[in-house]
């Protein structure tokens, strides 16, 4: 899980704007049916969102 504190720093954001981007984003993943948790997202589903990177299963 990613925080909002390292979602700030690697974004050079400022707090209150990542708890705003985590609050949409888990809003995106409890509409499709995912448990989430305040202040924490997948970071899976970050580096997807924000750097369009997916996670490869070898």
Do not use: H
Not at 19 to 37: H, I, S
Not at 40 to 51: G, H, S
């Amino acid at each position: 899980m990613i925080t909002a504190e390292e979602v700030a720093e690697s974004m050079g954001i400022s707090l209150g704007y990542a708890y705003k981007l985590l609050r949409k984003l888990n809003k995106e993943l409890a509409d499709q049916g995912y448990v989430t948790v305040a202040g924490k997202i997948p970071r899976a589903f970050w580096e997807k969102k924000f750097y369009g990177y997916s996670q490869i299963a070898m």
